[in-house]
Structure formats: structure tokens, C-alpha cells
């Protein structure tokens, strides 16, 4: 542990020797399209299939009706419930939004399928959209009220965060092979979680378990929007059992951009105020979270998290915190890397920079101050957190060593003198990482191989190298004796996943577990092969934070803005492999960046997608990063045997707080005091102009 060697899932991965859900080899299958709703509320009137069915090579074609019995997603209730919409693997009688599936097509191949969708009749009604609140929580401590009447200053702060589409590389599919003999399914899913597959399909077909297998094989990219079930997968199994058939479906671009669940969208207002010495005396947020068409498996997570994540790493003695989850006519909304986190750390981060304005303070020294020190930790925040273990200021006073800041900001008052619109941010933020339990099960052959089986799956991340890395370490073996197995149902405990930054802690901590007790048997003298079972339990989340700092300079007459540096320190707890912690700060920076600078979904008011596709969606590319240096310090997690803290979604916080407040710092001798994002050339020269004198639109003729 603590060397990067070479990953090992790279030689087949990078080569293309990868297998993915889609080349899966099946007997016959029998290929999907469904019709998809082309309005975003109405109630069908009326569906003819009959010339589908009468194309050529058209199996079979479904309709709500034929899927109407079958039951409902669960859904994790981190957040007190009001009413879960119901689950529609196939529009019944009411459609929620555009793309959403109402009629599906089997066929021999996929271009039959589309031939016959092509002829699917549908009449709806329309009616008008209606957002319903499906969950909501408050929280609250202290007097706010008081605490605002005697403030010396109060600042404010709207947040809407653009809705973004997590497009991995691969999109979702599914392919399901049927055992007539047994009367089973072995279902390949693109998933982060492949018993969760099991179990709600379970329930949701009302088979089973063991009638079902799930294997994630290689998985391109997930980001959280591979954590929960579909529709469209469901439908894939329930037809490989109705007509006892192999089944394949595998999303086309457009059809991610519809139905996929998207994340963000989150709208928050924030109020804080201060005394005259700067101390932050309380914090007031509202966080909107909108759902979707239904609601995923981890679907209200963003609304807690973007929530109770508040207030990060500050001490605020009074505050009132509230979110509600509304379900609006859209494409479903889920965690998506970050899941809340970022919200929660932006609205923070700009409501402190704004504070430190207020009172004319350096933005790191306001930080500091008012940040809990070392031995306030461990702390409960009055939002149910238990920030475990750190010391926040050293992030700051590390990253104003290595960003050498005096230098920066000289630097950066000269150019803001010289006329140039030139921008510094820094951005502290918090990421909790998950809770509960993983599996593992290692055993220790005569031969003195190991194998690990790990209830944690992996989408291209290095979960395997990271693991036998543990386990090598922890059974004084050669990481090369060590085969990491998961992903299948059929050989892996069962396991929750791979999720929201809780692989290496918890997963991680289960093999140690395992390895650990292998080693004391093996020192009693017990013969080999000894294997060993643990669940593992953390005893809370362990909290990774850091600090960024961005600098960028923004064109005056075309609003382009240029990133120029990126300088972070993260602490990530015990680190297992350098290389793959620092790729996963980079990759999440990248999305930061690509939430904060351009991705962007839009609907229309009538609820239709105006960015379906790539060149209405802006990725980023290599081309929009900056340079970027990492450091990290290692204060080890008390709430887990490895001491981890997960990564996996720290870029995504840090970056768009940091970007926001360098973009803000850099317009600030214009009189701008807030932007949204994405901070396109569009929306700065948008705000460059509104700001400038004489350039008032339409004045300027
Ligand atoms: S957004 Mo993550 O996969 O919990």
C-alpha cells in the first residue's frame, strides 16, 4: 500500500480486449426499441400497435397494460416521505415526461425493432404539467432570528445549479440470457451495483432471487447514474421471461440524454451573517431539489445531501435548514458524482466569500478562522453529521504554501489594475463518504495464492489493483498472488456496490477484515486454505475535505473565459495507491469543470429537450482543463479499519465552488457580486456587459 504499481485492469481495458454489456455474445436475441413519449404530460387516449406487429421480423410489441401489474422501486428514504410516485415500466394511461418509454418493440434485430417502433400509433391527450413534493426535511438549532437582528453583516446567496447529464462512455445496457430448462435468467447489466439488480428485480418481476444472476462485466463509466434500475432493464428481464428468449437492449446517445437520470438542477438560497470580527454567528439555506418522471433507488439522496451536508466544515451556531424533492415533468433526476455534495459546499462557499467581502477580510484567513479546528473534532452537527476527523486549517494553510497565495494575489490585484479582468477563488469543501456495510470473502490457498471476492464492483476505477494491494499487504504476499473477484452474483458476497466514495473505505476495510483474521488463524497454526467471510460495518462516514484554488482571467470583449491553474490539496485519509486517488481527483475536477464552465440540460417550457446531443451539450474536453497540481495529506479516518476516506467524489465539490468565486473575484471591479453557472462566454459576457457603463442593452448603438 502507498505505491502506485501498474494497473491492472489497464492492459485489457486500454487495448480493447474490455467486455462490455453490449458484446455479451446471446443465443437469438431478441433486440428492443421502445416508443417513447414525444410530450411530457398528457394521458394516452389511445396506442395501436397493430401494423408493428404485422412488420416483418416483429415478435412481439408491448404496452403499459401488459406491465401494469408488476411493482413499484424501492427507494431509500434518507429524507422523511410524503408520496413516492409509482414506478411505470411502461407509461400506463398517464405519461410524465418526454422519452419516457409507453410502447416496446422485440424484434430479431435492432433495425427491425426501430422499423416496427417507427409504426407504433400514439394519441395523447395533453394536460398540464404539475410538480408534486415528494419528500422534504428540516433541520434547526439555536436562534436565527436573534442571531440575524444582531449581526453586523448579512449576506445572501441563489444558487441554480445547471442540470447535467453524466454520460459515460458506455450507456446503459442490458442483456438477458434465458434457461428454459430451469427456467432462470443470467442478466450482464451495465451497474454499479449488481445486487441491488437482483434484489429489486426480484421483487419488482415477483420471482426469485435465485432465479436470477446478475454480472456487471466491464463497465464504462458510471457516475451514479448506473446505481439504480430502469424502466428500460426491467422490461429486458420481464420479456426474457414472458417469451422465454434471450433479450439484448442497449441505449443509444439520444436515449441517454432523455431517460437517463440526469443530476443536479438543485436551486438553493442561503443566508449568512457575521459579527463585526468576522465569526459566523448562523446560516439559514433552502434547497429545491427536482425529481423526475420516477424516482430512482437513491433518488432523494441529492435533496438530503445538498442539504445536510450544510453547514461543511464551519462552525454556526444557529441555523435553519430546509429541502423539499418535487417531482416535475423531466427526465428523472438521481445522484450523480457528488450527489448534493457540491451543492451544498457551493452555496456555502460563496456565502462565506461573500461574508469575508463584508467584512474585509483575506477569503483563507476568513476560512481558518472560522473553521473547526482539530480537537473540535469529532463533532455533530446540528444537520445529523458526525464530521470524523481532520484538521481543516492545515488544508488551507497548505494550499497557501503551495500556491505560493501572497505571490498569486499580488499578482492578481495587478492585472485587476492594469484593466484585466483576471479572477482568484478558493474553495474549502467537505465529502462525506458512505456508511453501512460491505463483504468480503479471501481465501488463502496452499499454493500461497489469494483470492479476494469483494461484494464492491467497479466501473473502470481500479478497484482490482487497490484491492489486491490490501490484501497483500495484509497477508505479507505478492500482489501478483493476488486475484480480486466481483461482480457476479453468482461468486461475490453479497455487497452493496460500488457508490458514493464507499469502495476503498468500507469495501477496502472488509478485505483487511478478511486478511486480517486469515493471518491470526495462520499464526495459531490453523493448515491452509483458510478462508474468511466478514461484513463489514463502518462506524460512521468518514469525512475527505480539502481546499482549491482556481485562477482565471475572462476576455472583456468576447466574455471567454480562460482557466489558468488549479492548485489542490485534498486529505484523503490513509491512501492505498497514490495513482488512483490522483485520478480520481483529476476525473472529478474535469466534471467540476464541465459543471461550473459548460454542461448545461435544457428544457423548454413545455417540457421538451433542447439538448439531446453532443453538439448541444457541452462536454469538456482535454482542451478545457488547466494545469493542475495535486497535494494531499493523510490524517487516517477513525470510522474504518483502513483509515480511507473516499475520493471518488472530491473534484466535483471543490472545482465549481473554487471556479465560481475565482469567476465572481475576477468581475468583482465591475460591481458583479454573483453569476450562475455554466460560466460560458454567453453568461460572462452577459453579466460584462450588463455591469459595464454604456454597455446597457441596447444602449450601446
Ligand atoms: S453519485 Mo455516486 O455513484 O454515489
Given at each position: 500500500m502507498g505505491t502506485s504499481p501498474a494497473k491492472r485492469e489497464d492492459r485489457v481495458l486500454v487495448t480493447g480486449k474490455g467486455c462490455f454489456t453490449d458484446d455479451v455474445a446471446l443465443t437469438d436475441p431478441l433486440h428492443i426499441c421502445f416508443v417513447r413519449s414525444p410530450v411530457a404530460t398528457g394521458d394516452i387516449s389511445h396506442v395501436d400497435c397493430t401494423d408493428a406487429q404485422h412488420q416483418p421480423g416483429v415478435v412481439a410489441v408491448h404496452t403499459g397494460v401488459d406491465v401494469a401489474h408488476l411493482g413499484n422501486l424501492s427507494v431509500n428514504p434518507v429524507i422523511p416521505v410524503d408520496t413516492v410516485p409509482d414506478f411505470p415500466v411502461l407509461a400506463h394511461k398517464t405519461i410524465r415526461a418526454t422519452g419516457q418509454p409507453v410502447a416496446a418493440v422485440l424484434a430479431d434485430t435492432r433495425d427491425l425493432a426501430q422499423d416496427g417502433a417507427d409504426l407504433v400509433d400514439l394519441s395523447i391527450d395533453d394536460q398540464t404539467a404539475r410538480d408534486v413534493l415528494v419528500a422534504s426535511q428540516c433541520w434547526s438549532t439555536g436562534d436565527f432570528d436573534t442571531a440575524i437582528a444582531t449581526a453586523a453583516h448579512v449576506v445572501t446567496c441563489s444558487i441554480r445549479h445547471p442540470r447535467l447529464a453524466p454520460s459515460p462512455m458506455e450507456p446503459r445496457a442490458i442483456a438477458v440470457a434465458y434457461a428454459p430448462d430451469t427456467d432462470t435468467v443470467t442478466v450482464w447489466h451495465s451497474t454499479q451495483t449488481p445486487h441491488r439488480t437482483r434484489s429489486e428485480l426480484a421483487a419488482i418481476l415477483n420471482v426469485?432471487?435465485?432465479r436470477i444472476r446478475v454480472i456487471a462485466p466491464h463497465v464504462g463509466g458510471a457516475f451514479g447514474m448506473k446505481a439504480s434500475l430502469y424502466p428500460e432493464d426491467v422490461f429486458a428481464v420481464w420479456a426474457a421471461f414472458r417469451h422465454k428468449r434471450d433479450v439484448k437492449w442497449t441505449a443509444s446517445r439520444s436515449e441517454e440524454f432523455l431517460s437517463a437520470t440526469h443530476g443536479r438542477g438543485v436551486v438553493s438560497h442561503g443566508t449568512l451573517a457575521v459579527d463585526n470580527t468576522g465569526a459566523i454567528l448562523a446560516l439559514k439555506a433552502d434547497i429545491h431539489a427536482p425529481l423526475g418522471a420516477w424516482v430512482p433507488n437513491s433518488g432523494l439522496v441529492t435533496a438530503w445531501n445538498a442539504a445536510r451536508v450544510l453547514p461543511s466544515g464551519y462552525r454556526v451556531a444557529s441555523l435553519e435548514i430546509s429541502t423539499r424533492a418535487i417531482q416535475t415533468n423531466h427526465a428523472p433526476t438521481g445522484i450523480y458524482r457528488g450527489a448534493g455534495r457540491p451543492e451544498a459546499n457551493c452555496l456555502m462557499e460563496r456565502l462565506v466569500d461573500k461574508a469575508a467581502r463584508a467584512v474585509a477580510q483575506d477569503p483563507v484567513a476568513f476560512r481558518c478562522a472560522n473553521l473547526h479546528s482539530a480537537t473540535d473534532l469529532p463533532h455533530d452537527t446540528a444537520t445529523g453529521n458526525t464530521l470524523d476527523s481532520g484538521d481543516y486549517a492545515r488544508a488551507l494553510t497548505l494550499l497557501r504554501d503551495k500556491a505560493d497565495y501572497a505571490a498569486q494575489t499580488a499578482e492578481r490585484d495587478r492585472r485587476q489594475a492594469a484593466g484585466e479582468l483576471a479572477g482568484l477563488g478558493i474553495a474549502f469543501y467537505v465529502e462525506p463518504s458512505g456508511s453501512g456495510w460491505e463483504s468480503a470473502t479471501v481465501t488463502l490457498h496452499e499454493t500461497g495464492a489469494v483470492t479476494v471476492a469483494s461484494g464492491s464492483s467497479s466501473q473502470g476505477h481500479g478497484r482490482e489493483t487497490a484491492f489486491a494491494q490490501i490484501a497483500a499487504d495484509a497477508l505479507d504476499v505478492?500482489?501478483?498472488?493476488v486475484a480480486v473477484r466481483f461482480g457476479d452474483t453468482a461468486t461475490a458476497p453479497e455487497g452493496i456496490g460500488a457508490l458514493a466514495s464507499r469502495s476503498t473505505p468500507i469495501g477496502g476495510s472488509a478485505v483487511l477484515a478478511a486478511c486480517t483474521d486469515i493471518a491470526k488463524r495462520r499464526a495459531k497454526g490453523e493448515g491452509l486454505p483458510i478462508t474468511a467471510s466478514v461484513c463489514y460495518e463502518n462506524t460512521g462516514q468518514a469525512w475527505g475535505y480539502g481546499a482549491y484554488l482556481v485562477t482565471l482571467s475572462i476576455d472583456r470583449d468576447t466574455g471567454v473565459p480562460t482557466l489558468e491553474r488549479i492548485i489542490c490539496v485534498d486529505d484523503t485519509g490513509t491512501i492505498v495507491n497514490p495513482q488512483l486517488v490522483k485520478g480520481q481527483i483529476l476525473g472529478g475536477i474535469a466534471q467540476g469543470i464541465g459543471e461550473a464552465m459548460l454542461e448545461n440540460v435544457v428544457y423548454d417550457a413545455d417540457g421538451q429537450l433542447l439538448t439531446g446531443s453532443f453538439m448541444d451539450y457541452a462536454m469538456p474536453r482535454a482542451?478545457?482543463?488547466?494545469?493542475t497540481a495535486l497535494h494531499s495529506f493523510e490524517i487516517p479516518s477513525p470510522t474504518n479499519i483502513l483509515g480511507a476516506k473516499g475520493v471518488g467524489e472530491a473534484g466535483t465539490i471543490g472545482a465549481p465552488a473554487a471556479i465560481l468565486n475565482a469567476a465572481i473575484d475576477a468581475l468583482s471591479p465591475l460591481g458583479v457580486t454573483d453569476l450562475q453557472m455554466p460560466l460560458t462566454s454567453e453568461t460572462l459576457w452577459r453579466a460584462i456587459r450588463t455591469a459595464e457603463p454604456g454597455h446597457e442593452q441596447g444602449t450601446d448603438q
Open positions: 426469485n432471487a435465485d505478492d500482489m501478483n498472488q482542451t478545457d482543463m488547466a494545469p
